[in-house]
């Protein structure tokens, strides 16, 4: 399978905060989930590859070319979703999309008029007026009216209802079913993963934490409950997490074998995504 992003030694500093070394390499014809909690490096990563910071080390290389050396023609086989304003909030959506459309040689015209429909949105309503949905939509159709071959969105769903991520996620779906397409989708909330991802690269305080086929990862790590009787200090180390009531346990473990074999009695369900996420997240087994 091709790789159709690939990232190698990525390096970027601010006064509190780095990335490390970042490297991972998308596949093509996948949607790849990046999470990680707010403030792990997501952000800084999206834009140190798209070139909106300027990183200090690392190789981009997008669809086998080098992203700095081959920047114009490469913007135009990607749509990008941020989470934070780059639209003009006096302008309408007509007056924006003129401003937007000129930078793409491949714009398509029939395709932006038919996901304006498709999402209801009023050609002449201004920026300022939409809310955070229809701000998302009018950003997802400007995004794919460039017959782009990759989709990269920041956070795209932060601070939307559960119906209007769930259209989203709908959308995803349908852009993949055109051949040669992908998704690099970095967010949060880990749930709107479930029903869309391929494959997951996680983030926590910049450095990549695993990168692995979501099936795979969600059958490799557990949700274990049980009587803390059952806890010990050899088996303690055993698990990612642990949280500990006066009614038993609950931990995330990536060695269900292990726990099958030294502790009896105990239930081990396929945990979340977000489980998963926030049992490698710092160094205390309790945080969690």
Not at 232 to 259: M, S
Request: charged letters at 25%; a negative charge.
């Amino acid at each position: 399978m091709n790789a159709i992003l690939e990232v190698n030694g990525l390096c970027k500093s601010f006064n509190h905060f780095s990335l490390k070394d970042i490297g991972f390499s998308l596949p093509e014809g996948c949607i790849t989930g990046f999470i990680g909690i707010n403030g792990s490096g997501k952000t800084t990563t999206i834009k140190s590859i798209l070139g909106l910071v300027l990183k200090e080390a690392g190789e981009v290389k997008l669809f086998g070319q080098e992203f700095d050396k081959n920047e114009r023609e490469l913007k135009n086989r990607i749509g990008i979703v941020m989470d934070e304003g780059y639209l003009y909030e006096d302008l309408t959506i007509k007056e924006m999309t003129k401003v937007f459309a000129p930078a793409y040689s491949t714009w398509d015209e029939y395709v932006f008029s038919s996901y304006i429909k498709r999402f209801k949105l009023d050609p002449n309503q201004k920026i300022a007026a939409l809310s955070k949905g229809m701000r998302m939509k009018y950003a997802i159709a400007l995004a794919l009216s460039h017959h782009a071959d990759l989709l990269i969105m920041d956070e795209p769903t932060s601070g939307l209802d559960p119906l209007v991520r769930s259209e989203l996620m709908d959308i995803l779906l349908d852009f993949m079913k055109e051949e040669g397409k992908s998704v690099f989708f970095s967010t949060h909330i880990t749930s709107d993963l479930d029903k869309v991802a391929d494959l997951l690269i996680m983030i926590d305080d910049g450095k990549i934490v695993f990168i692995e086929e979501k099936d795979t990862l969600l059958d490799t790590h557990g949700l274990v409950k049980g009587d803390k009787r059952l806890l010990n200090e050899h088996n303690r180390n055993l698990f990612l997490k642990l949280r500990e009531t006066e009614y038993g346990f609950e931990g995330v473990t990536n060695q269900k074998a292990a726990i099958r074999q030294e502790m009896n009695g105990v239930l081990i369900e396929r945990p979340s995504i977000e489980a998963i996420m926030l049992g490698y997240v710092g160094g205390d087994k309790n945080a969690y």
